[in-house]
């Protein structure tokens, strides 16, 4: 008998049935019976009562993944793939990985924490108690009701107990424009973090030659805990976004010590942050994480209301075993077509050759999104209408088994529906790569050569010293000189600006006391709690002249909260490496644009620039 763990929810309970979306259904058995099953759980569970506050063993796991197929594996979801459909999946963990299906020059770092946790369920006796309404007999008798029909009524399946623990899933996305630089990255992530401890490794440097100098290692970072309540709690909110940063920081191949949390001065590596950090959240009592199901047709009184031929299952397990990687397999294939058509769009201003295989891919990328766009359409359409999904996935059975003489529901789409059921997965992907994939990496080969660059040698991401060289003016005498920013003082020093000028256009320069040069990639900034906190600051670049050159764009939504540092990761730099480099560029200025309200004075606590030490060959 197939037993099946889902997402758990607040209104899923021992007894309750759900349908093929794991929507509640009503229950087609007798109050009394219902009580009976419900009591044998609860004193199932008051015996287990101390092993789940005591909580379970933590683990770890972490690959990198260059498909959906490998990333459902490593989030530990392939057993999941058979009890949950495509669009519609009803558990938090599969719905987590569509959200971020891959692209085929996509590679993803993935890393699962995991509380084990204890399986608590009623058994073959105990469900044995359950019983039918007699209305629901006699609704049997006089309707005639099949085993389909009953499934659309009273639903799929029977939740039986509970499975308590607690998981953590992390992924960060890095995409690429060819095979060839999703190949580099990956190579360059397998030296920066060693997959099986979760930690940094390889030499303290890493070497940039022409191959691998466009290569860069943007991490698109998502996170998510299950049970969900783990992060709704209060107390949990500043551990999560602990975690979130440590494991960030190592998607970025940013060893900078950070502290494990805020009441500590000690700094620590982000791997031993994020050992801490979930340890914390994760202990204590265990909470409930999944549901365990079974197929209802399996309950013996439901087996003995119909007969042996009307009880055959129609194999909804095996339809979303097909329905679900397929339907993974369409969102990859819409997100690459959408990554090509933008590339050589992006690029059209560079050379002529991008245009023109923007307009020889144009008619077989115009077929592939209709079909892809209707497949898409038809999978999820069938969620919607349960009746629809049972006589489809019935039909695909009949179809496999019986070939041409089988009936499929009628409809004008007939025959492409029944193509769409049939789809041989390897085949269509197989399709794809000849006619997609394979003449953008051939154009890719060919275009023209990039003339070989300087050699970079690129330090591992650390913090930067700074000292304070000139700024607008403060108030406070030292309690709020700028200086106090770089102090790491907490919230015990801090820096007020000159009262009486406005605070929109509040300024401060530093230099870097960095032997090297810096190309900086992030900032963290300890803020104000108060109207004085600032929520939107400018950064420019220079070499000691007065003349400035904006480095990034606008850094927005700082929180105004003085609890713990918020940590901002720039993205596309507004000047070059190379410019930066050739210039020995080591000043940085900070302008306030916006503040929460005061119009006379900025305060905040803290500043600390990060990057990445250059030096050319």
């Known amino acids: 008998m197939a037993v099946f763990s889902v997402s758990t929810r607040g209104d899923y309970s021992v007894g309750t049935t759900l349908n093929a979306k794991f929507e509640l259904r009503p229950s087609p058995f007798s109050d009394e019976s ?3 099953f419900t009591g044998l759980f609860t004193e199932i569970e008051a015996k287990k009562e101390k092993d789940i506050k005591e909580g379970g063993n933590l683990t770890y796991s972490s690959k990198l993944v260059s498909n959906n ?24 963990e599969l719905d987590f990985a569509k959200d971020n299906s891959m692209s085929s020059n996509d590679t993803a770092f993935v890393v699962t924490a995991i509380q084990s946790g204890h399986y608590i369920r009623c058994d073959l006796n105990d469900r044995n108690v359950l019983k039918l309404r007699k209305s629901v007999i006699d ?42 630089e999703k190949m580099a990255i ?73 502290k494990p949390n805020d009441d500590q001065k000690e700094e620590t590596s982000p791997n031993k942050v994020l050992l801490h950090c979930t340890q914390e959240l994760f202990s204590g009592s265990s909470r409930r994480m999944n549901v365990i199901l079974i197929p209802l047709d399996t309950v ?41 058509k933008e590339y050589y769009k992006a690029n059209r201003s560079k050379d002529k050759c991008y ?73 269509f992907k197989e399709l794809f790569y000849d006619e997609i994939e394979e003449p953008h990496e051939k154009f890719m080969a060919s275009l023209p050569k990039t003339k070989p660059r300087e050699k970079k040698v690129c330090g591992l991401v650390k913090q ?5 060289s000139k700024h607008r003016g403060h108030s406070f005498g030292d309690q709020g000189h700028p200086r106090n920013l770089l102090d790491g003082k907490g919230t015990e020093t801090g820096y007020y600006s000159k009262y009486g000028e406005s605070a929109i256009g509040d300024w401060i320069e530093f230099v870097m006391s960095e032997e090297a040069v810096v190309v900086p990639t992030k900032i963290r900034i300890r803020n104000d709690d108060g109207r004085m906190a600032i929520k939107v600051i400018s950064l420019f670049i220079g070499v000691g002249d007065d003349s400035w050159h904006k480095l990034v764009d606008d850094v927005t939504d700082i929180q105004k909260q003085d609890d713990y540092e918020q940590e ?50």
């Open 34 to 36: 219902m009580k009976a």
């Open 69 to 92: 197929d490998d990333m459902c594996k490593a989030m530990g979801l392939s057993g999941k793939l058979s009890c949950s459909y495509g669009p519609f999946t009803g558990s938090g």
């Open 139 to 180: 609704q049997m008798q006089q309707t005639e009701m099949t085993a389909a029909d009953f499934r659309i009524e009273y639903g799929e399946y029977l939740i039986i107990g509970f499975e308590y623990g607690g998981k953590l899933n992390f992924i960060s996305k890095y995409k690429a424009d060819s095979q060839d």
């Open 186 to 258: 990956h190579g360059k992530l397998s030296v920066g973090i060693d997959t099986g401890l979760l930690k940094l490794t390889g030499d303290a440097s890493i070497d940039v030659d022409e191959s691998e100098s466009k290569v860069q290692i943007n991490a698109d970072v998502e996170m998510k805990l299950f049970p969900s309540v783990l992060d709704q709690d209060k107390d949990n909110q500043g551990v999560t976004s602990k975690i979130l940063s440590a494991l960030t920081q190592l998607a970025q191949l940013d060893s900078t010590p950070m």
């Open 300 to 340: 013996t009184c439901v087996a003995e209301a119909f007969r042996v031929a009307e009880n055959q299952s129609l194999s909804m397990s095996i339809f979303f075993a097909f329905v679900t990687p397929l339907y993974l397999d369409i969102s990859s294939m819409i997100l690459t077509i959408t990554q090509f």
């Open 355 to 427: 245009a023109a295989q923007r307009d020889s891919t144009k008619a077989v990328y115009g077929k592939w999104s209709v079909t892809l766009s209707a497949m898409n359409g038809f999978f999820e359409n069938l969620g919607a209408k349960l009746p629809l999904l049972y006589l489809y996935a019935e039909a695909r059975g009949d179809l496999l088994t019986r070939g041409d003489t089988a009936k499929i529901p009628e409809s004008k789409y007939t025959e492409r529906n029944k193509g769409f059921i049939l789809t041989h997965r390897s085949s």
């Open 464 to 468: 930067i010293e700074l000292k304070v």
């Open 568 to 617: 901002f990761v720039f993205g596309e730099l507004l000047v070059t490496p190379q410019w930066i480099g050739e210039n020995n560029a080591k000043h940085i200025r900070m302008e306030v644009r916006q503040n929460y309200g005061n119009k006379e004075n900025n305060a905040f606590y803290g500043f600390r620039l990060f990057g990445c030490a250059i030096w050319l060959q």
